[in-house]
């Protein structure tokens, strides 16, 4: 049965119902008769259309495809004038970028909207491309998480300018994600990713280009073009990222992890220039309990039959709207980490010398930034000679709370934050004891044997 040509003879029976109606009211006596018995017949072919098209409404199954889907944002570290220092995040194993996605937005309110990757409803489940696994989320039933796999490796490198550049930020789609939608009864709605569509191209753009569009190849723009993506959709794409604008932090979407490190320059024109490698982890950033969301309409194409119906549904007209959002718990974030290098800027640098790493809580990735504050805590490490110990982890402890940085080439340390009482610190296997407060707290350490014989030391270089 055809319900848009059934929903279509519903309409017609209803307008002709009230044209009759009104021309009883209005029309001389002698057409009384002949338009009350033309009433009465319409009337009683209403309820018959209208149970037709309750019966053909009852499961509608259609295909929806939305140009494009912003998968997740990856940061850039801080680079080096020249790309001599070899900066990178490497997102490998031990993270899952990505984030819970929603389409509820797309609707009416009074649907009930539900998602589905069980393959007994035929949606799409494990995988949608190479590299990106979909699951049930936890929390919401009408989400659906979409993660990076733990077998793709996502390296991102430093930009050749001393400084954190956000246009050299990564930007993952999803093109022509297929979706199958179901509804039910006119109220009831379940989505999923269609599987007859496995696998989905993923492409990556930079931050730089959508900024500038005539610095993107030709051949990248002609993809995104095939795909519906316009010169007009870029800046919508930037959104998914608040510091390609230069907006401030949101400390509600980002999340200080435990990890701040030096960011100098070397001490001559011909000296290499100083590095530090770690695996960065965002365990402290479990204690957080509000969620972030990011929201984006696009254009989309469905097919015929099911277009009437869709369409009608729709909270706003041609726009098929996602929301990537936070998936905050202690169970998912402890298990995110990537390794980090990270290289000081070229000789002659006179900006920020420290470097503070927040958690994106949208897209699970980490973001660098220079501190805007004092630093709440600083100090000296030096060796038993008194010559300074650089690249050695100091630990902050205050409270619960558990901070880390390295010293530079100098033996420096400092800490960032919003942070007061009671703490100690250690590095090297020695612990020292201080209060913070309203100004920074400075803490030397001298250690009593050689510096590579110090507990939990680290070298830069």
């Not at 800027?345 to 920020?352: A, N, Q, V």
């Not at 402890?397 to 420096?412: L, P, Q, S, Y």
């Given at each position: 049965?055809?319900?848009?040509?059934?929903?279509?003879?519903?309409?017609?029976?209803?307008?002709?119902?009230?044209?009759?109606?009104?021309?009883?009211?209005?029309?001389?006596?002698?057409?009384?008769?002949?338009?009350?018995?033309?009433?009465?017949?319409?009337?009683?072919?209403?309820?018959?259309?209208?149970?037709?098209l309750k019966t053909c409404l009852?499961?509608?199954?259609?295909?929806?495809?939305?140009?494009?889907?912003?998968?997740?944002?990856?940061?850039?570290?801080?680079?080096?004038?020249?790309?001599?220092?070899?900066?990178?995040?490497?997102?490998?194993?031990?993270?899952?970028?990505?984030?819970?996605?929603?389409?509820?937005?797309?609707?009416?309110?009074?649907?009930?909207?539900?998602?589905?990757?069980?393959?007994?409803?035929?949606?799409?489940?494990?995988?949608?491309?190479?590299?990106?696994?979909?699951?049930?989320?936890?929390?919401?039933?009408?989400?659906?998480?979409?993660?990076?796999?733990?077998?793709?490796?996502?390296?991102?490198?430093?930009?050749?300018?001393?400084?954190?550049?956000?246009?050299?930020?990564?930007?993952?789609?999803?093109?022509?994600?297929?979706?199958?939608?179901?509804?039910?009864?006119?109220?009831?709605?379940?989505?999923?990713?269609?599987?007859?569509?496995?696998?989905?191209?993923?492409?990556?753009?930079?931050?730089?280009?959508?900024?500038?569009?005539?610095?993107?190849?030709h051949g990248v723009m002609a993809?995104?073009?095939?795909?519906?993506?316009?010169?007009?959709?870029?800046?919508?794409?930037?959104?998914?990222?608040?510091?390609?604008?230069?907006?401030?932090?949101?400390?509600?979407?980002?999340?200080?992890?435990?990890?701040?490190?030096?960011?100098?320059?070397?001490?001559?024109?011909?000296?290499?220039?100083?590095?530090?490698?770690?695996?960065?982890?965002?365990?402290?950033?479990?204690?957080?309990?509000?969620?972030?969301?990011?929201?984006?309409?696009?254009?989309?194409?469905?097919?015929?039959?099911?277009?009437?119906?869709?369409?009608?549904?729709?909270?706003?007209?041609?726009?098929?709207?996602?929301?990537?959002?936070?998936?905050?718990?202690?169970?998912?974030?402890?298990?995110?980490?990537?390794?980090?290098?990270?290289?000081?800027?070229?000789?002659?640098?006179?900006?920020?010398?420290?470097?503070?790493?927040?958690?994106?809580?949208?897209?699970?990735?980490f973001m660098f930034a220079f501190?805007?504050?004092?630093?709440?805590?600083?100090?000296?490490?030096?060796?038993?000679?008194?010559?300074?110990?650089?690249?050695?982890?100091?630990?902050?402890?205050?409270?619960?709370?558990?901070?880390?940085?390295?010293?530079?080439?100098?033996?420096?340390?400092?800490?960032?934050?919003?942070?007061?009482?009671?703490?100690?610190?250690?590095?090297?296997?020695?612990?020292?004891?201080?209060?913070?407060?309203?100004?920074?707290?400075?803490?030397?350490?001298?250690?009593?044997?050689?510096?590579?014989?110090?507990?939990?030391?680290?070298?830069?270089?």
């Open positions: 049965m055809d319900c848009e040509k059934q929903k279509e003879i519903v309409d017609a029976l209803v307008a002709d119902i009230a044209a009759v109606e009104e021309a009883l009211k209005t029309e001389p006596d002698r057409f009384r008769h002949q338009d009350a018995e033309y009433l009465g017949h319409l009337k009683a072919q209403l309820p018959v259309a209208q149970a037709a009852a499961t509608v199954m259609g295909r929806v495809v939305p140009n494009y889907q912003i998968l997740f944002v990856v940061y850039a570290p801080p680079g080096t004038a020249g790309g001599k220092s070899g900066s990178s995040v490497d997102y490998g194993e031990g993270s899952t970028l990505g984030s819970s996605t929603s389409t509820s937005q797309t609707y009416k309110s009074g649907l009930s909207v539900s998602a589905s990757v069980g393959a007994s409803v035929g949606f799409a489940s494990g995988t949608i491309s190479a590299g990106v696994n979909i699951s049930s989320t936890t929390d919401d039933t009408s989400s659906i998480d979409v993660k990076k796999s733990s077998s793709w490796d996502i390296n991102v490198q430093g930009a050749s300018a001393d400084g954190i550049d956000h246009d050299h930020d990564l930007y993952y789609l999803c093109l022509k994600p297929a979706l199958i939608v179901t509804i039910v009864d006119g109220k009831q709605l379940t989505w999923g990713y269609d599987p007859a569509s496995v696998p989905m191209e993923v492409v990556y753009v930079y931050g730089g280009w959508l900024k500038k569009p005539a610095t993107m190849p993809v995104l073009t095939r795909a519906g993506i316009t010169q007009a959709e870029y800046p919508k794409i930037l959104s998914a990222n608040p510091f390609s604008s230069g907006t401030a932090i949101d400390p509600k979407r980002f999340l200080p992890t435990d990890r701040t490190f030096p960011y100098e320059p070397p001490f001559s024109p011909n000296d290499p220039v100083p590095t530090v490698t770690y695996v960065q982890k965002n365990e402290t950033t479990a204690k957080a309990s509000s969620k972030s969301e990011h929201q984006y309409g696009v254009s989309f194409s469905v097919e015929d039959k099911f277009s009437f119906l869709f369409t009608a549904s729709l909270k706003v007209a041609g726009s098929f709207n996602w929301t990537n959002s936070s998936t905050l718990g202690t169970s998912t974030l402890s298990s995110q980490s990537a390794s980090v290098t990270v290289g000081g800027p070229s000789f002659g640098y006179k900006g920020p010398v420290d470097v503070l790493v927040y958690w994106d809580t949208i897209y699970n990735t501190p805007t504050t004092p630093p709440v805590a600083t100090g000296h490490v030096a060796d038993r000679a008194g010559k300074p110990v650089g690249g050695t982890e100091v630990v902050l402890n205050v409270a619960v709370h558990t901070f880390r940085t390295f010293t530079d080439t100098k033996g420096n340390y400092r800490f960032y934050g919003a942070l007061h009482g009671a703490a100690t610190l250690n590095t090297g296997g020695m612990t020292l004891q201080t209060t913070l407060g309203t100004t920074p707290a400075n803490v030397d350490f001298k250690h009593q044997c050689h510096p590579a014989e110090a507990a939990g030391s680290r070298r830069i270089g």
